[in-house]
């Protein structure tokens, strides 16, 4: 698989590009959070069927304001609602899924 740097990724990202069709799906979904497009992520991060997806899903409840549901999906994943700041918790996510974790 493809490697990406965290500052390649963001450069794309505010150059407009598409993801790679070679990101994973976690990657893909950070993505398309970052442009707004929640819909998409949340769709992403649907077809992840690990704890990985439901931590992205967590996250992504959270962006929504959905805290109980956000609360599940942390659950799901093993974690608990962080104390950091959503764009705190993006880079975590981005940093874990560049690096395989996530």
């Known amino acids: 698989m493809e490697t990406f740097d ?26 398309h959070d970052r442009l707004g497009n929640w819909e998409t992520a949340h769709d992403l991060s649907q077809q992840i069927a690990d704890p990985a997806g439901a931590r992205i899903h967590a996250y992504l409840h959270r962006v929504e304001g959905d805290i109980p549901n956000a609360r599940y999906w942390y659950g799901r994943s093993g974690e608990e609602l962080p104390e950091l700041s959503l764009e705190e918790e993006w880079d975590e996510l981005l940093e874990r899924a560049l690096n395989g974790t996530i």
Request: proline share 4%; charged share 35%.
């Open 6 to 31: 965290k500052n390649e990724i963001l450069e794309r990202m505010r150059s407009g590009d598409s993801p790679d069709e070679n990101m994973t799906v976690s990657l893909k979904a950070l993505w």
